[in-house]
């Protein structure tokens, strides 16, 4: 079976795990955190990384930090992965959801529609690895005295301006789970200029206990630590990133080729949108088609090739039901289908993918 999406482990992961088990430091402390810390502060060209045991964790420390309240609401894309307006409602605070643009990132027109007198600040998403147009995203916050919030679990390493997401607003938020651009197993990280939050955040991600006073606790935190070994594990994917991402950058454009003349689809992000790193290789499929995305899916799977679907509007899902029209959203999560995308994808693969895709919907 060909998966989505696999992490890629090499001596080097290997050999700083190796590191950790030998120090006994296995727990929240130790040599690597700083090190990975400091190290994605660099890369992200922020002041501090506070890094944590996953990005829901980081997108909830970023909301603390920022002080969001019960009854508050937040501007939250519709189309995302839930963990982005979970960590919303963590805060008893509300969701309010906007369409995307046709590259999937929030629509800044109907963002700004949205704003009422509670709404307190915006989360910007980076998806499948496509910058948000922060510009306006940021112009838009400072007129109306909002926060800005960038969700970069899926764009570790994209750029707008040349400046690196994550570093664009208040808070970036990254996630490290296998699927994501690097991983660390499951952990996050939560990037700033602000040394107040970076330290708020630190606070709370360690049970609240006091950062120069052991054993003091000023107020209620959460245990949301990294531990040294995934600290261990991110370290070497930082330093292999460049790698890394120029392999994910061949994949892409390997499939770039091959669906060239492909009539029945269209390439996501197609134009590479200035900055965008791929995360997950997307194609959105005509809808008159004889074989439909699930079918296609299915065929796929008995093919040996896992892919799936776009994200689904977190409207449709139970806790945020709501029966409004996101027009855009609502078409890219009908049409969209993500392919395998992962470092170890071997050419011979890729070709297995799409022949398998034309043979069932280039009828
Ligand atoms: C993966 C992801 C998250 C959450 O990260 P976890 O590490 O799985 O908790 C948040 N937002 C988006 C857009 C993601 O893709």
Redesign the pocket.
Known sequence: MIPVASPTITDLERKYVQEVMESGWISSTGDFLTKFENKFAEFCNTNFAVMTN????A?HLALLALDLKQGEEVIVPVL??I??ANAVSYCGAKPVFVDVFADGTIDCNELEKAITPKTVGVIA?H?YGIPANMNQINEIAKNHRLWVVE?A??AHGATLHNRIVGSISEIGVF???GN?IISTG???ALVTNNPVIANKARLLRGQGMDLKRRYYFPTIGYNYRMTNLAAAIGLAQLERIREIQDRRQEIRNHYNILFKNFESLEIFDKGHKTGSKCWLYSILLSEDLSCSRDDLQYKLHEAGIETRPFFQLLTEMPPYFENRKFKVGEELSRKGLNLPTFFDLQPSQIEYIVENIRKLIEK
């Open positions: 996953n990005g829901t964790t997108l995302t992965y963990a982005t998403v998806l969700d679990a899926e996630s490290f789970y994501k499951e952990g996050g």
